[in-house]
Structure formats: C-alpha cells, structure tokens
C-alpha cells in the first residue's frame, strides 16, 4: 500500500518532534527539506531516525558526480532512507548517486529524480534553453532518462504520475506531493489530487504537508487519509 510521507516544514528540532509526537503511531515517514536541515542540520536526521520514522531527505542534490556520490555517502550514513537529486545533473551524475546508494545495499537510500520543478512554465523552460517540448513532454523525457541511468524513482505531481507509471518500469517508485483530501484548503497548490486519486494513477508515496500538520487533530487527519488510500 502506498505510504504518506509527512512534510517536516518547521524550523526547528523542537517544533519537528513536536509535530512527530502529536501525529504518533500514524506515520512512518518524515520528509526533512532545505528549511529544517539548513537550520539544524544532521542532527535533524538523527532525531526522526531515534523516534524509530524512516526519512526522506530533500536536498535536491545537483553537482560534479563526485561530490554528489560522496554527499549520497554521507546521507546514507546518516540513515535516509530516500533523497532527491536534480536530474538536470547529467548522467554521470545520477549514476554516481545511484552506485553510491547501492554500495549501501537493501539498507541503503532510494535516490529519487527530480524532473521539472511544478514552479517552472515554459517561458521558464525557455529561459535557460530548454525549447521546443511542452513541461509536461520534458517531465517524461526526464523521468525516462533519470531511471534509466540508476534513478529508483521520481518525484513527480499526481498529474504526471499516471502518464509516467504507465511508461516506466515496475518498481519504480513514484512520490507525490500536492495531494488535498476532498474539500482541504489548498494553500499555494494549484494543481492537486486526493490522496485516492494519486494512488490509483500509481503513486507509491504521498508527501503531504500542511492538511496534516496544520489539522486540529493532526493524528485523526494523518488516519484518515490512510482511510481514502485504502479505500
Ligand atoms: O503543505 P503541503 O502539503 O502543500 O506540502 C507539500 C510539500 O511538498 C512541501 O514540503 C513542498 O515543498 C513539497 N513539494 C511540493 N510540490 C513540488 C515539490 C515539492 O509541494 N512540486
């Protein structure tokens, strides 16, 4: 079944326990991003990872293979259990991060591909030279390419998942964020899903943020979106 992945975007240790503490048994896995692991840095990871929660850390890694092959290192040591490379890196780049994984074996990171930000039209695309494909063909086109060079899975917007689910290999993983439960305010997002609709175009994990950490009942919130995936 596939599993929600819930947004630590707090500023602090303290506040991301807290929230960890009030959500409780209904969550497995947390996502730590820039904001929180700028802020506190490893010792972030460490605290998820000692109240026994699985991490998604999301860096969005985009460098020199070399230096992106030792940061999967060190992330691994750290105990992650995804993360996030641009797939814009290249090749080399992507492989380099997906070896480094491996050397880790089963208990090792995921490394997930980051195709086109949902932030980016195709004036934006244009800008730095990418013409001629609409977002949506440079999403696939990336996703194809990231997978093929060792990506284990992407991270996509449950728009694009089914398109790429149908495309890609089984066993790929496919991680969603923008899911509302019906009748959820938005926020920013614009283009979203329901947790039910994500999982049957094939989503594996869900990233949902603010539905569950700003819900009076954080806990009853994270249960019921379990309710809809199952269902
Ligand atoms: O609060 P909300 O459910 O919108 O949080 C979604 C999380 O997923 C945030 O951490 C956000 O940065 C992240 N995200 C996103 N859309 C993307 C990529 C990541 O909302 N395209």
Do not use: W
């Not at 630590?8 to 996502?31: C, N, P």
């Not at 929180?36 to 026994?52: H, I, S």
């Not at 991060?97 to 930000?117: I, Q, R």
Request: proline share 5%.
């Amino acid at each position: 079944m596939a599993e929600i992945i819930v947004a630590l975007d707090v500023q602090t240790r303290a506040e991301a326990v807290s929230k960890i503490e009030t959500i409780g048994e209904a969550v497995g896995f947390y996502k730590i991003g820039m904001e929180l692991f700028t802020a506190e840095g490893p010792d972030v990871v460490k605290a998820v990872r000692d109240m026994g929660k699985k991490v998604f850390l999301d860096l969005k890694f985009h460098d020199i293979p070399r230096t992106v092959e030792r940061a999967v290192r060190s992330a691994a040591k750290l105990g992650v259990d995804l993360l996030t490379i641009h797939s814009t890196g290249g090749r080399a780049m992507i492989r380099a991060a997906a070896d480094a994984a491996a050397e880790f074996g089963a208990a090792g990171p995921k490394v997930l591909a980051v195709t086109v930000l949902t932030s980016l039209d195709r004036t934006d695309l244009e800008d730095v030279g990418i013409t001629g494909r609409s977002p949506a063909d440079q999403v696939f086109e990336m996703a194809r390419f990231a997978v093929a060079n060792g990506a284990s899975g992407l991270v996509c917007s449950p728009m694009e998942v089914g398109r790429l689910s149908a495309a890609l290999p089984a066993g790929t993983l496919f991680i969603t964020p923008g899911v509302r439960p019906a009748g959820a305010a938005l926020g920013d997002q614009k283009r979203v899903a329901t947790p039910a609709e994500a999982v049957r175009d094939g989503a594996t994990h869900l990233v949902v943020g603010r539905p569950i950490l700003a819900a009076p009942d954080p806990a009853a919130a994270a249960r019921s979106i379990l309710d809809e995936i199952r269902a």
